[in-house]
């Protein structure tokens, strides 16, 4: 399809955890694979085409009238006026860090000298990356991929992470696949619950930080009742009476006799 302008172009998608220091020269490979292909499927339809003609032309059947390719054009198997279809590769950064690594070709080569660089082409990166995203990024985003942004770059702080979670009703409705992957690139370990293929995030966060505070709250009775029985000499239970924590909640506590 075409706009008049331009064919539709092909856009891949470069999914990192992790920087990858090499990234010009990966992704400059994927392209011009790409388009390598492009130009081998011209040259295979235009043989291919030649043949058919050569058999209608044995057969007695009609015979399309086709210009041929020019000795120079066969070199090549690619017509004058034949053109490709756009490759863009987008490199999507899933990590709340700071990508550290090369933005183009340039700046993996070993000289920075000018006049040498101005005759070497450069292959640019396309980055896609959280860390750098200002709030407002997030909103030009039709789908919920710009709520898992930005739950990633403020993934590692649990306040910020609250706020801007709570900030409206954006994050009570999000579709479980973007649910998923904000919990598995992060590591989360929300306990997702999908309703009609939605969650509501905010009461998953809800839900982690009270949990993260109860564990806290166990973690230090354990400390105070272990520190109850080495200086007053007492047993679990009387340091348990000690704190006043309730018979219910007793089992949660793993003591050793000391």
């Known amino acids: 399809m075409t706009d008049g302008k331009a064919l539709y172009a092909i856009l891949g998608a470069e999914n990192q955890a992790n920087v990858h220091y090499a990234m010009p020269v990966k992704n400059g490979l994927y392209d011009f694979m790409n388009y390598s292909r492009q130009v081998e499927e011209a040259k295979n339809s235009y043989r291919s085409s030649s043949r058919k003609s050569r058999n209608k032309s044995r057969t007695g059947g009609r015979k399309k009238k086709k210009t041929p390719l020019s000795p120079v054009e066969f070199l090549s198997g690619f017509r004058k006026e034949d053109r490709l279809i756009p490759v863009i590769t987008l490199v999507v950064f899933l990590s709340a860090a700071e990508w550290d690594g090369p933005m183009s070709l340039h700046e993996m080569l070993c000289t920075d000298d000018e006049t040498l660089l101005s005759y070497v082409q450069d292959y640019k990166i396309h980055l896609l990356a959280p860390y750098s995203m200002g709030n407002s990024d997030f909103e030009k985003f039709q789908t919920d991929f710009g709520k898992v942004l930005k739950y990633i770059k403020y993934s590692g702080d649990k306040d910020k992470l609250h706020e801007i979670t709570h900030e409206s009703d954006a994050y009570k409705s999000v579709d479980n696949d973007s649910a998923v ?62 704190l006043k924590i309730p018979l219910s909640e007793r089992s949660k506590y793993n003591i050793p006799a000391i």
Do not use: F, P, Y
């Open 181 to 242: 992957l904000m919990n598995a690139v992060t590591g989360s370990k929300l306990k997702i619950k999908a309703e009609e293929g939605k969650v509501d995030m905010c009461k998953a966060i809800d839900d982690m930080r009270k949990e993260s505070w109860e564990e806290g709250k166990e973690l230090g009775h354990n400390e105070d009742i272990k520190n109850l029985m080495e200086t007053m000499k007492l047993t679990a239970g009387q340091a348990m009476d000690a």
